[in-house]
């Protein structure tokens, strides 16, 4: 395994970068080259122990953790996708399509190890507004596993307003690709750093679901979901996020508009511009890939054909374009590849798209990968 | 002669009542009551040849000339039927002539009658009195008694594409079950035998979207029986002997045979988390019933207590208890309640009845509800009242929460299942059942406790199969073979 070490300043760097994207003016912003950073590879054949040392090491390569959340408040967008009871086969849904609770608590063991001061870890479940604890709960999952794994461990439904107030407005750099800003819990503007922690695996309507993807659960479906208000968000959310793949209905007035009306109606059109819109609007400090067992074929049981895999793979790095180009490759495809084009059959690519807004680049030439080189950890997908 | 508990019974309809029936103005079709005279004569009882079904219920009447008519066609019937050791019971419509009817039913042989309504008459001859599901007289209900106006159980038949559900407003397929019902009458006529009396919905042909198996094992599964009963075209098929009905009809007893062969399972008593009280009758008997049916969809484990009997007994293993009606509880019942949050429980209801100068603070922003700190325990107060029967059961499910859930099912699509005890607590028993025309596959068990494996015991099956149990903390996870209509897992293991 090749192991790559750099400097806390570089890795900083490499963060200030993105943050900075966020930040700069969008003339300025479009005009700058997309980050490169360093995207860290590991092997790790189960979730057992070796997942909390693999991870370290892991982090370590990119510089440590604690630079990055010292003192800081957390949040970490889980990717707990469909509903909690639906599995491939008899395979609990971390051994599939969910993020695996042991990464999970890994993760957030790490980041109390290096110091933050609180963490919160967020999901929007769907169609529901109940406690993340409950929902954890019906998939087995055991929440004060992760309360134990640091101190100030929080959890939050981010489908709807939540324990905030007031929704918190983020608008897109540049002016969007699909909207011009979106509507999100407050969760996601109230901290310091957001981690998206993500699985490896296909996508039906966008090639791809790593941790650009899992960032489209970020938006509530009070104001974005099918039976959402047409004036003001809804109390609670009802039904998926539908509209977003297929326009049919606009998101309730009060959140910031489309910024073509007319623009096509084609689900691999729309999915990839408003993922690409969100992490350019919410930038992602620390991106997460739990690649060790897995699916292919789609992003849940749902998919077909699917089968249940074990690449034995995990994935950071800083930045959410570099981290995907590297967990593409790893899949066995090409991050320069465009609609027609494996994964991208029948959609455009979200890492060209976010590439374009500047938030990161997906040319493996300019991203360092470290620990296990891409060719040693290549899990072919399609011939899985 | 008494009332048998032990009876399957079955709708037998046959004879010149349906014929010539006095309350309609058409005839039947030619083809129909070609089957209502060939079910009426002696070789049709060669249908029930090897099954457990040994009780028939026939349309029985006296004072017009076609109740002569009846009583002389089934004549036969009834006397081939008592050498083959099979029960007839009589039904008689409401308003005529009741003491000539049942006079002509002990007459001819017959081992009871079903009446519609109490009679003022005391009757020396066993009585089952018939009443509608939402009016039943509890107090006054026989021995054997039956309802009306239940569910036939399945996909709600007006939400399906084909053999696709559409899902409701739960997210989760609709479906249509008397579970709860039953587990009411468990409580509101404790000891008694409740047969659900329900027709299959109507059908142009044999492709029926609905199963009879399932029918039986909605019913048995929760401590009932379902008269069988089946469609014109089915028992048209089935005379004619055609493969397809006769499948059908093996499987249906089958599946009845299935129940027969354990009858210890009725011992069984369901053990909740949840008690669920409220006097279920009157204005309450909507919202009350409705919640029953969505806690159950819910698999949520409850146990029903009617509320003037209510904390009557100790509740061991209850964490919480849901007070639905407006109406408040005794001095007596109240004290009870607060012991039991005191101790720990939860009380949730529409009105806070605690301790004064208590206040309240809210759960959760998704959950409308005050909470108010007793001791060791909570009352949930419901801000706006129990106005949606939806609403409250998954609120009730939030509040008392998921990690006292007792069972779970994995892939459940259109399953249900429902977790019973024997009575030394040593086997708990859960009976999975699968409301889809189409099989269930690759659902998985999941029960609060460790268990190495559990025993499979399927309809058909003479043996059951043993099923190695995986660890799934804190409790244990079993991946079950396809489910076409049921099954039950016996797991040996210590009580909750």
């Known amino acids: ?384 | 002669m008494n009332l048998d508990p032990k009876w399957v019974p079955m709708n037998w309809p046959c004879g010149p009542l349906l014929w010539i029936p006095r309350d309609k103005p058409s005839f039947p079709d030619t083809a129909r009551r070609e089957t209502l005279e060939a079910w009426s004569q002696p070789a049709a009882l060669d249908l029930l040849k090897g099954t457990p079904v040994n009780c028939l219920v026939v349309d029985w009447a006296d004072g017009m000339p076609e109740d002569s008519a009846q009583q002389q066609t089934l004549s036969p019937l009834l006397e081939a039927g008592r050498r083959r050791e099979i029960d007839f019971v009589g039904k008689v419509a409401a308003g005529e002539g009741t003491a000539a009817a049942v006079e002509s039913a002990r007459a001819a042989g017959l081992s009871a009658v079903m009446l519609k309504e109490p009679s003022s008459h005391s009757f020396d001859f066993p009585v089952i009195l018939s009443f509608p599901r939402d009016k039943v007289a509890w107090q006054s209900a026989t021995q054997i008694f039956t309802s009306t106006g239940n569910e036939w159980p399945g996909l709600k038949l007006d939400t399906m594409k084909g053999d696709t559900a559409i899902a409701g407003p739960t997210g989760v397929p609709w479906v249509n079950s008397n579970a709860w019902f039953s587990l009411l009458s468990n409580e509101l006529a404790p000891g008694k035998t409740r047969w659900l009396d329900f027709d299959p919905p109507d059908a142009p042909n044999l492709a029926h979207p609905a199963t009879y198996p399932l029918a039986v094992a909605d019913s048995q599964a929760y401590g009932s029986r379902w008269i069988i009963s089946l469609d014109d075209n089915f028992r048209t098929a089935l005379l004619k002997g055609n493969p397809q009905a006769t499948s059908v009809w093996r499987q249906t007893c089958e599946t009845v045979t299935f129940f027969e062969s354990h009858r210890e399972w009725e011992g069984f008593q369901p053990q909740g988390i949840l008690a669920v009280i409220s006097d279920f009758r009157g204005d309450n008997a909507f919202l009350s019933g409705e919640v029953l049916n969505l806690l159950n969809r819910r698999k949520i484990q409850f146990q029903v207590m009617e509320r003037s009997r209510a904390l009557s007994t100790s509740t061991p293993g209850l964490k919480a208890m849901l007070w639905l009606d407006k109406d408040a509880p005794t001095a007596g019942q109240l004290a009870k309640l607060l012991a039991f949050v005191r101790q720990g429980g939860l009380l949730i209801a529409t009105g806070y009845w605690g301790p004064s100068g208590v206040m309240p603070k809210n759960r959760d922003p998704s959950l409308d509800y005050k909470m108010y700190n007793v001791g060791q325990g909570q009352i949930a107060v419901c801000v706006e009242g129990f106005q949606d029967p939806y609403q409250v059961a998954g609120d009730t499910h939030l509040l008392v929460s998921r990690r006292n859930d007792l069972v779970r099912l994995y892939n459940p699509d259109t399953t249900n299942c429902h977790l019973s005890f024997d009575p030394d607590h040593k086997r708990r028993l859960v009976q999975i059942l699968n409301y889809s025309p189409s099989a269930a596959n690759f659902v998985t068990l999941w029960v609060n406790d460790r268990a190495k494996s559990a025993r499979l015991w399927s309809p058909g099956a003479r043996d059951s199969i043993s099923i190695p149990g995986v660890p799934a903390s804190p409790g244990t996870e079993f991946g079950l073979p396809t489910i076409a209509v049921n099954c039950a897992l016996e797991v040996e293991g210590p009580n909750p």
């Open chain 1, 1 to 384: 395994m090749t192991m790559t070490h750099c400097s806390r300043r570089k890795f900083l760097g490499a963060i200030g970068a993105t943050a900075g994207v966020w930040l700069g003016r969008p003339t300025m912003f479009l005009a700058r080259p997309a980050p490169a950073g360093r995207v860290a590879v590991g092997m790790c054949p189960e979730y057992g122990p070796e997942v909390l040392t693999t991870m370290g090491t892991m982090f370590d390569q990119l510089g440590g953790l604690e630079r990055l959340v010292r003192g800081k408040t957390v949040a970490i967008k889980l990717n707990l996708t469909g509903d909690a009871f639906t599995r491939l086969g008899y395979a609990p849904a971390g051994l599939t399509h969910w993020v695996h609770p042991n990464v999970v608590g890994a993760t957030v063991h790490l980041l109390a190890k290096a110091g933050a001061y609180r963490i919160r870890l967020l999901e929007s479940p769907i169609s529901s507004a109940e406690p993340l604890e409950e929902f954890m709960l019906q998939a087995n999952w055991e929440p004060k596993d992760f309360l134990s794994a640091g101190s100030r461990v929080e959890f939050e439904n981010t489908n709807y307003l939540g324990f905030g107030k007031k929704y918190s407005r983020f608008m897109v750099p540049g002016g969007g690709l699909m909207f011009k800003g979106y509507d999100l819990n407050h969760s996601y503007e109230d901290c310091d750093v957001f981690v998206s922690l993500a699985k490896l695996k296909e996508h039906l309507t966008a090639g791809v679901t790593l941790t650009m993807k899992n960032c489209f659960g970020i938006t509530p479906c009070t104001i974005y979901g099918d039976g959402s208000p047409e004036d003001e968000p809804g109390r609670v959310p009802m039904g998926g996020r539908g509209p977003f793949h297929a326009g049919n209905r606009l998101p309730s007035k009060s959140a910031p508009p489309l910024v073509d009306r007319s623009g096509s109606k084609e689900g691999g059109y729309r999915v990839p511009r408003v993922v690409a819109d969100l992490v350019a609007a919410r930038p992602v400090h620390l991106a997460i890939i739990d690649g060790i067992h897995t699916m292919t074929g789609g992003e849940g049981p749902w998919a077909n054909p699917r089968r249940h895999v074990q690449p034995g793979l995990l994935i950071a790095g800083t930045n959410c374009v570099n981290t995907d180009a590297v967990g593409m490759a790893l899949m066995g495809f090409d991050p320069m590849a465009d609609r027609g084009t494996p994964p991208f059959e029948t959609s455009d690519s979200t890492l060209r798209l976010a590439e374009q807004l500047g938030v990161g680049t997906r040319d493996l030439r300019q991203i360092e990968v470290v620990g296990t080189p891409i060719s040693k950890g290549r899990f072919d997908f399609r011939s899985a």
